[in-house]
């Protein structure tokens, strides 16, 4: 028995021995810096080989912003041990953002950006963005999600918002000129490649000034309050790109809980989560889908936090035409490759956007009234830029088919989900 003990010892420290890792080698980058990849990765020189490991470190690699494509290579030495290369293929990372959206109702937006993705070379991102939605609206963001380490970063945002928001009364809709006044800092964890968490604060300042519309007893014409925003999010990305295809699921869950100093503006609780799958379709065919389930806090409030609206979730719809407490919404899209010759993608998409919502102060019966309900198929275009992170301009046209319907452009770089 010892004798047996002995030899299976030996055979495993043999075995070990002929998988140890003597080398690895980064090839491919430029601006992003090797000791960087060296810090987010979990290969080390000395340890065995492990491919579930590598290929954790590989779909780590794609989902950065300066990476367009990674993978690996093995090759085996003169003295049994192991020569490991990781090859990246980078995407220019200082990006413009452009989006805009249009409807019948000669409703007009545009926000302009410009972020560096890939900071010093370390996946910071920096940068801003100009709006103009009958008002101008500015924000900063800084994000570094590996500061501190390959788990923890920090995230620090500034945003001044004005828009002309419409408040759903009883006796009708009036138009408010709202401004919102906010400061963010996040705490970023990566628990392991597919599974990261955020948790931060916001306070914000939230002013309402009454322009024209309908007007009521209850809900003043000018209102100012500060509040304090706490939030959480989980996600698990089990997704794997391969330049403009994509497959996979993703869940994205958020929670809000928002303090306020008004009882007109009273606290209230909101979470909401997006499940999205993609499925690649034969060739050149990729198939998206994303359905949201959010829920709030059911104050009776005019000022309600689900909004339906062009840039978030119905293209087609208008700008911010209504509001409730809870939300049902789909998002389906077929992408196919139309052309495709070196950097250069032409893709177009049919879609069919839905949603349903329940009013403030009402009942879940709500989201099957016809008035609630929202459908809007379309057509788009995508011109895609394979490497550059994110540029993916694309024009969607969505006409609306149930009650009350509008239709309408939106324009914007990325895909809308």
Not at 20 to 48: A, H
Not at 77 to 89: E, F, L, M, P, R
Not at 357 to 385: K, T
Request: glycine share 10%.
């Amino acid at each position: 028995m010892k004798q047996f003990l002995t030899l299976l010892v030996f055979l495993v420290c043999f075995m070990s021995q002929g998988q140890e890792i003597s080398e690895i080698v980064i090839q491919g980058n430029s601006k992003t810096k090797t000791d960087f990849i060296n810090k987010i990765t979990s290969l080390r020189e000395g340890s065995l080989l492990d491919s579930i490991g590598m290929d954790a470190d590989i779909s780590r690699l794609k989902r950065l912003p300066g990476i367009a494509h990674a993978y690996y290579e093995v090759d085996e030495k003169a003295d049994g041990s192991y020569k490991v290369i990781y090859g990246v293929d980078e995407n220019f990372t200082i990006i413009p953002s452009v989006n805009v959206y249009t409807t019948n109702n000669d409703e007009f937006a545009v926000k302009l950006g410009l972020y560096e993705f890939n900071g010093l070379g370390r996946n910071i991102v920096v940068g801003g963005y100009y709006q103009h939605d009958i008002y101008n609206s500015f924000g900063l963001n800084f994000r570094a999600p590996y500061l501190f380490s390959r788990n923890f970063g920090l995230g620090v945002n500034y945003m001044n918002l004005t828009t002309q928001e419409p408040v759903f009364l009883e006796t009708g809709v009036a138009d408010y000129k709202y401004n919102n006044t906010a400061y963010e800092v996040l705490g970023l964890y990566e628990i392991n490649v597919k599974n990261r968490v955020e948790v931060g604060v916001n306070y914000f300042n939230e002013t309402y000034l009454y322009k024209f519309g309908a007007t009521s007893t209850d809900v003043p014409q000018e209102l100012t309050v500060n509040k304090l925003l706490y939030k959480i999010l989980y996600e698990y990305n089990d997704v794997d790109t391969f330049y403009q295809y994509i497959s996979g699921f993703k869940s994205v869950f958020h929670f809000q809980y928002v303090t306020s100093t008004d009882q007109v503006l009273p606290d209230f609780q909101l979470g909401f989560n997006d499940f999205i799958y993609y499925l690649r379709v034969g060739e050149k065919g990729n198939w998206a889908s994303r359905l949201r389930l959010g829920v709030a806090t059911n104050n009776d409030s005019p000022f309600a936090p689900f909004a339906v609206d062009n840039n978030l979730n119905i293209r087609g719809v208008g700008n911010t035409i209504d509001r409730g407490t809870a939300a049902i919404v789909l998002n389906t899209e077929y992408r196919y490759t139309l052309f495709e010759k070196n950097w250069f993608v032409l893709q177009g998409n049919a879609f069919v956007d839905g949603g349903t919502w329940r009013n403030p102060g009402g009942d879940f019966g709500d989201f099957a009234d016809s008035q609630n309900l929202r459908i809007y198929p379309g057509l788009g275009v995508r011109f895609i830029h394979k490497r550059i992170f994110n540029t993916v301009f694309r024009i969607d046209y969505g006409h609306g088919i149930t009650e009350d319907a509008t239709r309408g452009l939106v324009f914007g770089i990325g895909q809308y989900f």
